[in-house]
Protein backbone atom coordinates (compact mmCIF):
# COMPACT_ATOMS: atom_id res chain seq x y z
CA UNK A 1 0.00 0.00 0.00
CA UNK A 2 1.06 3.30 -0.65
CA UNK A 3 -0.42 6.49 1.14
CA UNK A 4 1.42 9.11 -0.70
CA UNK A 5 -0.35 10.93 -3.23
CA UNK A 6 0.67 11.34 -6.93
CA UNK A 7 1.52 15.01 -6.51
CA UNK A 8 1.36 17.28 -3.82
CA UNK A 9 1.81 20.99 -5.58
CA UNK A 10 0.64 24.12 -4.73
CA UNK A 11 -2.19 24.89 -6.60
CA UNK A 12 -2.65 28.36 -8.30
CA UNK A 13 -5.19 30.10 -5.69
CA UNK A 14 -6.38 32.61 -8.84
CA UNK A 15 -7.79 29.64 -10.30
CA UNK A 16 -9.53 28.94 -6.68
CA UNK A 17 -11.32 32.24 -6.99
CA UNK A 18 -12.03 32.54 -10.74
CA UNK A 19 -13.81 29.07 -9.85
CA UNK A 20 -15.63 30.49 -6.70
CA UNK A 21 -16.92 33.55 -8.81
CA UNK A 22 -18.08 31.57 -11.60
CA UNK A 23 -20.27 28.97 -9.36
CA UNK A 24 -21.07 31.97 -7.70
CA UNK A 25 -23.04 33.89 -10.01
CA UNK A 26 -24.49 30.27 -11.05
CA UNK A 27 -25.93 29.46 -8.38
CA UNK A 28 -27.66 33.06 -7.96
CA UNK A 29 -28.81 32.52 -11.35
CA UNK A 30 -30.24 29.48 -10.52
CA UNK A 31 -31.62 30.39 -7.11
CA UNK A 32 -33.37 33.24 -8.20
CA UNK A 33 -36.48 30.82 -9.86
CA UNK A 34 -37.38 29.09 -6.53
CA UNK A 35 -39.43 31.49 -4.72
CA UNK A 36 -40.61 28.35 -1.75
CA UNK A 37 -39.86 25.08 -0.85
CA UNK A 38 -40.39 22.35 -3.14
CA UNK A 39 -40.99 19.46 -1.02
CA UNK A 40 -41.43 18.64 2.25
CA UNK A 41 -37.69 18.36 3.48
CA UNK A 42 -37.05 22.19 2.59
CA UNK A 43 -39.88 23.15 4.18
CA UNK A 44 -39.01 21.81 7.27
CA UNK A 45 -35.61 23.20 7.56
CA UNK A 46 -37.12 26.19 6.62
CA UNK A 47 -40.37 26.64 8.75
CA UNK A 48 -38.01 25.81 11.86
CA UNK A 49 -35.48 28.66 10.97
CA UNK A 50 -38.63 30.85 11.09
CA UNK A 51 -38.76 29.71 14.48
CA UNK A 52 -35.46 30.37 15.25
CA UNK A 53 -35.42 33.69 13.74
CA UNK A 54 -38.65 34.59 15.95
CA UNK A 55 -36.75 33.26 19.34
CA UNK A 56 -39.23 30.26 20.25
CA UNK A 57 -35.98 28.35 19.87
CA UNK A 58 -35.92 24.39 18.39
CA UNK A 59 -39.47 24.19 18.15
CA UNK A 60 -42.10 22.93 15.02
CA UNK A 61 -45.49 23.09 15.10
CA UNK A 62 -46.84 20.29 13.26
CA UNK A 63 -46.29 16.45 13.35
CA UNK A 64 -44.81 15.37 10.01
CA UNK A 65 -44.34 11.45 11.17
CA UNK A 66 -45.94 9.24 14.22
CA UNK A 67 -42.66 7.42 14.61
CA UNK A 68 -41.34 8.75 18.05
CA UNK A 69 -45.12 7.99 19.51
CA UNK A 70 -45.56 12.06 20.79
CA UNK A 71 -48.03 12.04 23.50
CA UNK A 72 -49.77 15.37 23.11
CA UNK A 73 -51.05 17.62 19.91
CA UNK A 74 -47.91 20.08 18.38
CA UNK A 75 -45.57 22.23 19.18
CA UNK A 76 -42.90 19.74 19.45
CA UNK A 77 -39.49 19.86 20.12
CA UNK A 78 -38.01 19.92 16.35
CA UNK A 79 -34.89 18.03 14.97
CA UNK A 80 -35.51 14.85 16.58
CA UNK A 81 -35.80 12.99 13.30
CA UNK A 82 -33.75 15.59 10.77
CA UNK A 83 -30.60 17.03 12.07
CA UNK A 84 -30.41 20.80 12.33
CA UNK A 85 -27.73 22.63 10.43
CA UNK A 86 -30.27 23.09 7.26
CA UNK A 87 -32.27 25.46 9.54
CA UNK A 88 -29.20 27.35 11.48
CA UNK A 89 -28.18 28.00 8.14
CA UNK A 90 -31.10 29.59 6.96
CA UNK A 91 -32.12 31.33 10.49
CA UNK A 92 -28.39 33.05 9.66
CA UNK A 93 -29.37 34.21 6.26
CA UNK A 94 -32.71 35.63 8.29
CA UNK A 95 -30.35 37.43 10.57
CA UNK A 96 -28.43 39.41 7.74
CA UNK A 97 -31.96 39.89 5.14
CA UNK A 98 -35.15 39.50 7.50
CA UNK A 99 -37.52 36.39 8.01
CA UNK A 100 -37.89 35.34 4.15
CA UNK A 101 -37.41 32.53 1.75
CA UNK A 102 -34.90 34.58 0.03
CA UNK A 103 -32.70 35.99 2.72
CA UNK A 104 -32.80 32.31 3.86
CA UNK A 105 -31.19 30.83 0.47
CA UNK A 106 -27.85 33.43 0.84
CA UNK A 107 -26.13 30.89 3.13
CA UNK A 108 -26.88 27.73 0.32
CA UNK A 109 -25.98 30.17 -2.81
CA UNK A 110 -22.49 31.01 -1.10
CA UNK A 111 -21.51 27.73 0.36
CA UNK A 112 -22.51 25.80 -2.53
CA UNK A 113 -20.32 28.05 -4.75
CA UNK A 114 -17.31 26.28 -3.08
CA UNK A 115 -18.19 22.99 -4.28
CA UNK A 116 -16.13 24.24 -7.54
CA UNK A 117 -12.90 24.98 -5.84
CA UNK A 118 -12.97 21.68 -3.78
CA UNK A 119 -13.40 19.45 -6.94
CA UNK A 120 -10.68 21.62 -8.22
CA UNK A 121 -8.35 21.34 -5.02
CA UNK A 122 -9.29 17.46 -5.49
CA UNK A 123 -8.61 16.82 -9.42
CA UNK A 124 -5.08 18.85 -8.76
CA UNK A 125 -4.06 16.98 -5.74
CA UNK A 126 -4.27 13.60 -7.41
CA UNK A 127 -2.63 14.84 -10.88
CA UNK A 128 -1.11 17.74 -10.67
CA UNK A 129 -2.99 18.97 -13.87
CA UNK A 130 -3.92 22.82 -14.23
CA UNK A 131 -6.51 21.58 -16.94
CA UNK A 132 -7.93 18.56 -15.29
CA UNK A 133 -8.33 20.66 -12.41
CA UNK A 134 -10.74 23.16 -14.02
CA UNK A 135 -12.94 20.34 -15.53
CA UNK A 136 -13.52 18.66 -12.43
CA UNK A 137 -14.48 22.61 -11.15
CA UNK A 138 -16.94 22.98 -13.82
CA UNK A 139 -18.48 19.66 -13.21
CA UNK A 140 -19.19 20.73 -9.56
CA UNK A 141 -21.17 23.83 -10.97
CA UNK A 142 -23.04 21.73 -13.95
CA UNK A 143 -23.57 18.94 -11.69
CA UNK A 144 -26.55 17.05 -13.42
CA UNK A 145 -29.53 15.81 -11.11
CA UNK A 146 -28.07 17.45 -8.70
CA UNK A 147 -27.58 21.06 -9.75
CA UNK A 148 -31.37 22.14 -8.76
CA UNK A 149 -30.75 21.32 -5.43
CA UNK A 150 -27.36 23.44 -4.05
CA UNK A 151 -29.32 26.23 -3.34
CA UNK A 152 -32.45 24.24 -2.00
CA UNK A 153 -33.27 25.06 2.11
CA UNK A 154 -31.92 21.11 2.37
CA UNK A 155 -28.82 19.49 3.90
CA UNK A 156 -26.86 18.66 -0.27
CA UNK A 157 -24.95 21.89 0.47
CA UNK A 158 -24.16 21.84 3.68
CA UNK A 159 -23.37 18.06 3.73
CA UNK A 160 -21.39 17.81 0.52
CA UNK A 161 -19.09 20.71 1.66
CA UNK A 162 -18.38 19.27 5.54
CA UNK A 163 -18.69 15.62 4.12
CA UNK A 164 -15.60 16.32 1.76
CA UNK A 165 -13.42 18.58 3.57
CA UNK A 166 -13.89 16.44 6.47
CA UNK A 167 -11.99 13.93 3.98
CA UNK A 168 -9.63 16.54 2.40
CA UNK A 169 -8.25 17.87 5.77
CA UNK A 170 -8.03 14.27 7.00
CA UNK A 171 -6.06 12.97 4.28
CA UNK A 172 -4.08 16.57 4.17
CA UNK A 173 -2.98 16.56 7.97
CA UNK A 174 -0.98 13.03 7.26
CA UNK A 175 0.45 13.75 4.18
CA UNK A 176 1.81 17.17 5.58
CA UNK A 177 3.11 15.29 9.07
CA UNK A 178 4.20 12.41 6.58
CA UNK A 179 1.97 9.37 7.62
CA UNK A 180 4.84 6.73 6.03
CA UNK A 181 7.93 8.36 8.37
CA UNK A 182 5.25 7.92 11.36
CA UNK A 183 4.41 4.30 10.45
CA UNK A 184 7.67 3.40 8.99
CA UNK A 185 10.04 5.29 10.52
CA UNK A 186 12.13 6.13 7.28
CA UNK A 187 15.24 7.67 7.68
CA UNK A 188 16.30 11.09 5.77
CA UNK A 189 13.22 13.20 6.81
CA UNK A 190 13.06 17.10 8.34
CA UNK A 191 9.87 15.71 10.11
CA UNK A 192 10.74 12.77 12.32
CA UNK A 193 14.04 11.98 14.91
CA UNK A 194 16.29 9.86 13.92
CA UNK A 195 14.00 6.68 15.55
CA UNK A 196 11.09 7.33 13.80
CA UNK A 197 9.44 9.73 16.01
CA UNK A 198 6.94 12.58 15.34
CA UNK A 199 9.43 16.40 15.95
CA UNK A 200 7.01 18.79 17.47
CA UNK A 201 6.28 20.58 14.54
CA UNK A 202 5.34 17.54 12.75
CA UNK A 203 2.91 16.67 16.32
CA UNK A 204 0.99 20.40 15.38
CA UNK A 205 0.28 20.26 12.04
CA UNK A 206 -1.05 16.96 11.97
CA UNK A 207 -3.40 17.50 14.98
CA UNK A 208 -4.68 20.60 13.63
CA UNK A 209 -5.47 19.10 10.57
CA UNK A 210 -6.84 16.10 12.41
CA UNK A 211 -9.01 18.37 14.80
CA UNK A 212 -9.99 20.10 11.40
CA UNK A 213 -11.16 17.49 9.64
CA UNK A 214 -13.30 16.48 13.10
CA UNK A 215 -15.07 20.03 13.04
CA UNK A 216 -15.98 19.50 9.13
CA UNK A 217 -17.21 15.49 10.63
CA UNK A 218 -19.17 17.15 13.45
CA UNK A 219 -20.72 19.29 10.71
CA UNK A 220 -21.38 16.62 8.15
CA UNK A 221 -23.47 15.02 10.98
CA UNK A 222 -25.03 18.14 11.57
CA UNK A 223 -26.25 18.58 9.18
CA UNK A 224 -26.98 14.63 8.50
CA UNK A 225 -27.36 11.86 10.96
CA UNK A 226 -24.96 9.54 8.36
CA UNK A 227 -21.83 12.10 8.97
CA UNK A 228 -21.16 9.81 11.76
CA UNK A 229 -20.06 7.18 8.54
CA UNK A 230 -16.99 9.70 7.66
CA UNK A 231 -15.79 9.34 11.40
CA UNK A 232 -15.96 5.20 10.88
CA UNK A 233 -14.59 5.42 7.21
CA UNK A 234 -11.62 7.54 7.96
CA UNK A 235 -10.59 5.57 11.64
CA UNK A 236 -10.86 2.93 9.95
CA UNK A 237 -8.52 3.88 6.57
CA UNK A 238 -6.44 4.78 9.80
CA UNK A 239 -6.58 1.18 11.35
CA UNK A 240 -5.89 -0.94 7.79
CA UNK A 241 -2.50 1.34 7.05
CA UNK A 242 -1.50 0.52 10.59
CA UNK A 243 -2.38 -3.26 10.66
CA UNK A 244 -0.95 -2.94 7.06
CA UNK A 245 2.43 -1.46 7.55
CA UNK A 246 2.88 -3.58 11.10
CA UNK A 247 3.38 -6.64 9.24
CA UNK A 248 6.27 -5.54 6.60
CA UNK A 249 9.08 -6.81 7.57
CA UNK A 250 10.56 -3.13 7.69
CA UNK A 251 8.26 -1.87 9.86
CA UNK A 252 9.81 -0.21 13.33
CA UNK A 253 5.94 0.72 14.79
CA UNK A 254 5.90 -1.00 18.18
CA UNK A 255 2.70 0.64 19.27
CA UNK A 256 0.10 0.69 16.67
CA UNK A 257 -2.63 0.70 18.73
CA UNK A 258 -1.37 3.98 20.22
CA UNK A 259 -1.43 5.65 16.55
CA UNK A 260 -4.59 4.55 15.53
CA UNK A 261 -5.83 5.64 19.49
CA UNK A 262 -4.17 9.40 19.16
CA UNK A 263 -5.52 9.95 15.73
CA UNK A 264 -8.89 9.08 16.88
CA UNK A 265 -8.79 11.24 19.46
CA UNK A 266 -7.82 13.96 17.66
CA UNK A 267 -10.62 13.63 14.94
CA UNK A 268 -13.11 13.25 18.23
CA UNK A 269 -11.79 16.16 19.63
CA UNK A 270 -13.10 18.34 16.63
CA UNK A 271 -16.07 16.45 16.65
CA UNK A 272 -17.47 17.05 19.80
CA UNK A 273 -16.12 20.69 19.01
CA UNK A 274 -19.40 20.77 17.15
CA UNK A 275 -21.86 18.05 18.26
CA UNK A 276 -21.21 18.22 22.22
CA UNK A 277 -24.31 20.99 22.31
CA UNK A 278 -25.99 19.36 20.09
CA UNK A 279 -25.88 15.96 22.63
CA UNK A 280 -26.77 18.32 25.34
CA UNK A 281 -29.74 19.60 24.09
CA UNK A 282 -31.04 16.35 22.57
CA UNK A 283 -30.35 15.10 26.53
CA UNK A 284 -32.11 17.81 27.75
CA UNK A 285 -35.58 17.12 25.31
CA UNK A 286 -36.11 13.30 24.98
CA UNK A 287 -33.20 11.95 27.10
CA UNK A 288 -30.89 10.10 24.58
CA UNK A 289 -27.92 12.03 23.38
CA UNK A 290 -28.94 11.27 19.89
CA UNK A 291 -32.81 10.38 19.17
CA UNK A 292 -33.94 6.74 18.62
CA UNK A 293 -36.50 7.75 16.02
CA UNK A 294 -34.82 7.28 12.93
CA UNK A 295 -33.43 3.75 13.69
CA UNK A 296 -36.87 2.53 13.59
CA UNK A 297 -36.60 3.28 10.05
CA UNK A 298 -34.47 0.17 9.99
CA UNK A 299 -37.85 -1.92 10.23
CA UNK A 300 -39.62 -0.15 7.64
CA UNK A 301 -41.01 -3.09 5.53
CA UNK A 302 -42.04 -0.46 2.41
CA UNK A 303 -41.38 3.18 2.97
CA UNK A 304 -44.95 4.11 3.22
CA UNK A 305 -44.41 2.72 6.67
CA UNK A 306 -42.91 5.69 8.02
CA UNK A 307 -46.26 7.54 8.13
CA UNK A 308 -48.14 4.43 10.37
CA UNK A 309 -49.85 5.21 12.75
CA UNK A 310 -49.65 3.19 16.22
CA UNK A 311 -47.39 0.16 14.59
CA UNK A 312 -45.14 -1.45 16.49
CA UNK A 313 -41.52 -1.22 14.27
CA UNK A 314 -39.05 -3.32 15.58
CA UNK A 315 -37.42 -6.56 14.42
CA UNK A 316 -40.17 -8.98 15.57
CA UNK A 317 -42.72 -7.11 12.81
CA UNK A 318 -39.77 -6.74 10.45
CA UNK A 319 -39.22 -10.80 10.29
CA UNK A 320 -42.61 -11.80 10.25
CA UNK A 321 -43.04 -10.57 6.89
CA UNK A 322 -40.95 -13.36 5.86
CA UNK A 323 -37.62 -14.07 4.34
CA UNK A 324 -39.13 -13.32 0.48
CA UNK A 325 -40.14 -9.77 1.13
CA UNK A 326 -37.15 -8.98 3.52
CA UNK A 327 -34.77 -10.17 0.34
CA UNK A 328 -37.01 -8.64 -2.31
CA UNK A 329 -37.03 -5.03 -0.53
CA UNK A 330 -33.63 -5.25 -0.27
CA UNK A 331 -32.80 -6.11 -3.90
CA UNK A 332 -35.23 -3.30 -4.93
CA UNK A 333 -32.84 -0.93 -3.05
CA UNK A 334 -29.43 -2.70 -4.26
CA UNK A 335 -30.38 -1.72 -7.82
CA UNK A 336 -31.85 1.73 -7.25
CA UNK A 337 -29.13 2.56 -5.01
CA UNK A 338 -26.72 1.15 -8.24
CA UNK A 339 -28.43 3.32 -10.79
CA UNK A 340 -28.10 6.50 -8.42
CA UNK A 341 -24.40 5.53 -7.83
CA UNK A 342 -24.03 5.13 -11.92
CA UNK A 343 -26.48 7.77 -13.22
CA UNK A 344 -26.48 10.40 -10.60
CA UNK A 345 -23.16 10.66 -8.79
CA UNK A 346 -21.36 10.19 -12.11
CA UNK A 347 -23.88 11.79 -14.48
CA UNK A 348 -23.43 8.19 -16.71
CA UNK A 349 -20.51 9.35 -18.63
CA UNK A 350 -18.37 10.16 -15.92
CA UNK A 351 -19.14 6.89 -14.12
CA UNK A 352 -16.43 4.98 -15.76
CA UNK A 353 -14.06 7.29 -15.49
CA UNK A 354 -14.20 7.61 -12.30
CA UNK A 355 -13.70 3.58 -12.05
CA UNK A 356 -10.98 3.64 -14.01
CA UNK A 357 -8.60 6.13 -11.92
CA UNK A 358 -9.70 5.04 -8.49
CA UNK A 359 -8.62 1.75 -9.32
CA UNK A 360 -5.38 2.77 -10.75
CA UNK A 361 -4.94 5.35 -7.58
CA UNK A 362 -6.46 2.37 -5.55
CA UNK A 363 -3.27 2.70 -3.19
CA UNK A 364 -3.60 6.08 -2.29
CA UNK A 365 -4.47 7.24 1.18
CA UNK A 366 -7.21 9.52 -0.39
CA UNK A 367 -8.75 7.64 -2.57
CA UNK A 368 -9.30 4.85 0.12
CA UNK A 369 -11.05 7.29 1.99
CA UNK A 370 -13.15 8.07 -0.64
CA UNK A 371 -13.67 4.60 -1.44
CA UNK A 372 -14.22 3.70 2.48
CA UNK A 373 -17.15 6.16 3.09
CA UNK A 374 -18.82 5.65 -0.56
CA UNK A 375 -18.84 1.58 0.74
CA UNK A 376 -19.93 2.33 3.98
CA UNK A 377 -22.49 4.47 2.52
CA UNK A 378 -24.00 2.22 -0.03
CA UNK A 379 -23.77 -0.59 2.38
CA UNK A 380 -26.08 1.06 4.69
CA UNK A 381 -28.56 2.62 2.41
CA UNK A 382 -29.15 -1.15 1.29
CA UNK A 383 -29.00 -3.31 3.38
CA UNK A 384 -30.12 -1.61 7.22
CA UNK A 385 -31.81 1.27 5.96
CA UNK A 386 -32.90 0.59 2.43
CA UNK A 387 -36.12 2.02 1.82
CA UNK A 388 -35.27 5.75 2.88
CA UNK A 389 -31.89 5.12 1.26
CA UNK A 390 -32.87 3.98 -1.64
CA UNK A 391 -36.14 7.18 -1.84
CA UNK A 392 -33.09 9.87 -1.43
CA UNK A 393 -30.99 9.15 1.35
CA UNK A 394 -28.11 8.11 -1.17
CA UNK A 395 -28.58 10.80 -3.24
CA UNK A 396 -28.59 13.40 -0.50
CA UNK A 397 -25.44 11.98 1.49
CA UNK A 398 -23.51 11.17 -1.99
CA UNK A 399 -23.04 14.91 -2.55
CA UNK A 400 -19.80 14.40 -0.19
CA UNK A 401 -18.28 12.36 -2.65
CA UNK A 402 -18.66 14.70 -5.87
CA UNK A 403 -15.65 16.42 -5.75
CA UNK A 404 -13.92 13.27 -5.85
CA UNK A 405 -15.72 11.59 -8.51
CA UNK A 406 -15.35 14.96 -11.16
CA UNK A 407 -11.77 14.72 -9.56
CA UNK A 408 -11.04 11.04 -10.67
CA UNK A 409 -13.20 11.38 -13.62
CA UNK A 410 -10.90 14.24 -14.80
CA UNK A 411 -7.43 12.72 -14.31
CA UNK A 412 -9.10 9.39 -15.86
CA UNK A 413 -10.12 10.85 -18.65
CA UNK A 414 -6.27 12.53 -19.06
CA UNK A 415 -4.93 8.29 -18.51
CA UNK A 416 -7.44 6.97 -21.24
CA UNK A 417 -6.78 9.61 -23.74
CA UNK A 418 -2.39 9.34 -23.21
CA UNK A 419 -3.31 5.02 -23.64
CA UNK A 420 -5.10 5.69 -26.89
CA UNK A 421 -3.09 8.52 -28.12
CA UNK A 422 -0.06 6.18 -28.49
CA UNK A 423 -2.25 4.14 -30.25
CA UNK A 424 -3.97 5.95 -32.99
CA UNK A 425 -1.15 8.35 -33.04
CA UNK A 426 -3.37 11.36 -31.76
CA UNK A 427 -2.43 14.64 -30.50
CA UNK A 428 -3.14 14.16 -26.83
CA UNK A 429 -3.31 17.35 -25.59
CA UNK A 430 -5.36 18.60 -28.62
CA UNK A 431 -7.71 15.32 -27.64
CA UNK A 432 -7.98 16.28 -24.13
CA UNK A 433 -9.07 19.45 -24.68
CA UNK A 434 -11.68 18.80 -27.21
CA UNK A 435 -12.93 16.13 -25.26
CA UNK A 436 -13.29 17.62 -21.84
CA UNK A 437 -14.89 20.47 -23.22
CA UNK A 438 -17.20 18.20 -24.81
CA UNK A 439 -17.80 16.82 -21.46
CA UNK A 440 -18.83 20.20 -19.84
CA UNK A 441 -21.20 21.20 -22.52
CA UNK A 442 -22.97 17.29 -21.85
CA UNK A 443 -23.37 18.05 -18.36
CA UNK A 444 -24.46 21.77 -18.91
CA UNK A 445 -26.88 20.38 -21.12
CA UNK A 446 -28.16 17.80 -18.29
CA UNK A 447 -28.01 20.28 -16.15
CA UNK A 448 -29.98 22.65 -17.89
CA UNK A 449 -32.08 20.08 -18.56
CA UNK A 450 -33.39 19.07 -15.53
CA UNK A 451 -33.55 22.38 -13.88
CA UNK A 452 -35.89 23.43 -16.65
CA UNK A 453 -38.21 19.82 -15.83
CA UNK A 454 -37.92 20.67 -11.83
CA UNK A 455 -37.96 24.02 -11.88
CA UNK A 456 -39.13 26.02 -14.66
CA UNK A 457 -41.64 23.73 -16.55
CA UNK A 458 -45.36 25.15 -15.72
CA UNK A 459 -43.21 26.86 -12.70
CA UNK A 460 -43.19 23.29 -10.75
CA UNK A 461 -40.82 24.43 -8.29
CA UNK A 462 -43.15 27.44 -6.45
CA UNK A 463 -46.31 25.04 -8.06
CA UNK A 464 -45.66 22.89 -5.01
CA UNK A 465 -49.03 22.43 -2.44
CA UNK A 466 -50.28 25.75 -4.26
CA UNK A 467 -53.75 24.88 -2.88
CA UNK A 468 -52.58 25.21 0.84
CA UNK A 469 -52.34 29.01 0.87
CA UNK A 470 -56.29 28.88 -0.11
CA UNK A 471 -57.14 26.32 2.83
CA UNK A 472 -54.90 28.28 5.19
CA UNK A 473 -56.83 31.34 3.95
CA UNK A 474 -60.27 29.14 4.35
CA UNK A 475 -58.85 27.66 8.05
CA UNK A 476 -57.95 30.77 9.53
CA UNK A 477 -61.59 32.39 9.00
CA UNK A 478 -63.52 29.79 9.62
CA UNK A 479 -61.95 28.07 12.59
CA UNK A 480 -58.14 29.82 13.42
CA UNK A 481 -57.04 27.41 15.99
CA UNK A 482 -58.35 24.20 14.61
CA UNK A 483 -56.03 21.33 14.42
CA UNK A 484 -55.52 20.10 10.69
CA UNK A 485 -54.41 16.07 9.25
CA UNK A 486 -52.91 17.29 6.12
CA UNK A 487 -50.30 15.20 3.70
CA UNK A 488 -47.44 17.93 3.70
CA UNK A 489 -47.54 19.39 7.29
CA UNK A 490 -44.45 21.75 7.18
CA UNK A 491 -45.40 22.75 3.91
CA UNK A 492 -49.24 23.47 4.80
CA UNK A 493 -47.17 25.74 7.89
CA UNK A 494 -45.15 27.71 5.37
CA UNK A 495 -47.89 29.06 3.38
CA UNK A 496 -49.58 30.08 6.41
CA UNK A 497 -51.15 27.82 8.41
CA UNK A 498 -51.56 26.68 11.91
CA UNK A 499 -51.28 23.65 14.09
CA UNK A 500 -51.05 19.99 12.06
CA UNK A 501 -50.04 17.10 11.79
CA UNK A 502 -49.87 14.52 8.69
CA UNK A 503 -52.26 12.17 7.28
CA UNK A 504 -51.27 8.53 8.43
CA UNK A 505 -50.95 5.62 5.89
CA UNK A 506 -53.96 3.96 7.33
CA UNK A 507 -58.06 3.20 6.80
CA UNK A 508 -60.31 5.40 7.71
CA UNK A 509 -60.98 3.88 11.40
CA UNK A 510 -57.36 4.39 12.49
CA UNK A 511 -56.54 7.63 10.73
CA UNK A 512 -59.60 8.98 13.07
CA UNK A 513 -57.88 7.43 15.95
CA UNK A 514 -54.68 9.19 15.75
CA UNK A 515 -57.27 12.37 14.56
CA UNK A 516 -58.56 12.01 17.79
CA UNK A 517 -55.77 11.49 19.81
CA UNK A 518 -53.82 14.51 18.37
CA UNK A 519 -57.29 16.65 18.78
CA UNK A 520 -57.67 17.31 15.33
CA UNK A 521 -60.91 19.21 13.99
CA UNK A 522 -60.04 18.61 9.75
CA UNK A 523 -58.73 15.96 7.41
CA UNK A 524 -57.37 17.19 4.04
CA UNK A 525 -57.70 14.75 1.52
CA UNK A 526 -55.64 15.47 -1.83
CA UNK A 527 -54.74 13.21 -5.22
CA UNK A 528 -51.71 12.03 -3.48
CA UNK A 529 -53.16 10.63 -0.60
CA UNK A 530 -52.33 7.09 1.44
CA UNK A 531 -53.19 3.95 -0.54
CA UNK A 532 -55.75 3.10 2.46
CA UNK A 533 -57.46 5.87 1.97
CA UNK A 534 -58.00 5.97 -1.84
CA UNK A 535 -62.28 4.73 -1.72
CA UNK A 536 -62.52 7.80 0.78
CA UNK A 537 -61.30 10.16 -1.15
CA UNK A 538 -63.17 8.45 -4.48
CA UNK A 539 -66.19 8.82 -2.16
CA UNK A 540 -66.37 11.78 0.03
CA UNK A 541 -69.19 12.04 1.63
CA UNK A 542 -70.39 8.49 2.50
CA UNK A 543 -68.81 8.39 5.69
CA UNK A 544 -71.15 9.35 8.83
CA UNK A 545 -68.00 11.31 11.19
CA UNK A 546 -66.71 13.24 8.20
CA UNK A 547 -68.58 16.45 7.15
CA UNK A 548 -67.31 17.32 3.56
CA UNK A 549 -67.17 21.72 3.92
CA UNK A 550 -64.69 22.56 0.99
CA UNK A 551 -63.60 21.54 -1.79
CA UNK A 552 -60.12 23.13 -3.68
CA UNK A 553 -58.63 22.29 -7.53
CA UNK A 554 -62.07 21.71 -9.25
CA UNK A 555 -60.94 21.21 -12.48
CA UNK A 556 -57.48 20.68 -11.61
CA UNK A 557 -56.67 17.01 -12.13
CA UNK A 558 -56.05 17.21 -8.31
CA UNK A 559 -59.29 17.82 -6.12
CA UNK A 560 -58.29 18.58 -2.82
CA UNK A 561 -61.27 17.86 -0.18
CA UNK A 562 -61.49 19.56 3.08
CA UNK A 563 -63.42 17.52 5.78
CA UNK A 564 -64.46 18.41 9.50
CA UNK A 565 -64.71 15.62 11.78
CA UNK A 566 -67.39 15.53 13.48
CA UNK A 567 -67.18 14.33 17.11
Same mark, same amino acid.
Given at each position: ?10 ? *? ?8 ? !? ?18 ? #? ?24 ? &? ?22 ? %? ?66 ? #? ?10 ? *? ?8 ? +? ?53 ? $????? !? ?42 ? %? ?7 ? %? ?14 ? *? ?13 ? +? ?30 ? &???? *????? +? ?57 QWDAQTAKR $??? $? ?24 ? /? ?53 YYHVDYLVL ?12 ? /? ?28
Open positions: MNSQPSSIQKF *RWTDLAVLFA !LALLIRTLAALPQQQPNYMD #AAYSYVNAVNLAEGRGFVEDFLWNYL &GHPKQPPPHPSHLYWMPLTSILAW %SGMVVGGVSYRAAQIPFIIISALLAPISYWVAYALAGQRWSSWLAGLFAIFSGFYFPFWTAIDNFTPF #AIAGSLAILFAW *RGLVIGNWRL +VIEGLPGGQTANDDGRWTTDTKQTTTLYLITSGVFIGLAHLARADGLLLLIAIIL $VYFLH !LLYYVRRPSSVVRRPSYYVLRFTVYLLLGYLLVMLPWFIRNWQV %SGTLLPTTG %SQTIWLTGYDDLFSYN *RQLSAQSFFAQGLGP +VLQGRWWAFTTNLQTIVAVWGMIFLTPLALIE &GWQL *RHQLL +VQMVSMYGLLLFIVMTLVFAFPGARGGLFHSGAAILPFIYGLAMVGLDRVIDWAATRR $VLG $VGLVVIALALSGFIYYQRVLKNNAWN /NADRFYPAIATWLAHHDPTGIVMIGNPPAYRYHGGGLSVVVPNENIETTLQAAQDSNHPAPLTELYH /NPTHYPTLSLVQTFGEGTGNKIYLFEIIR
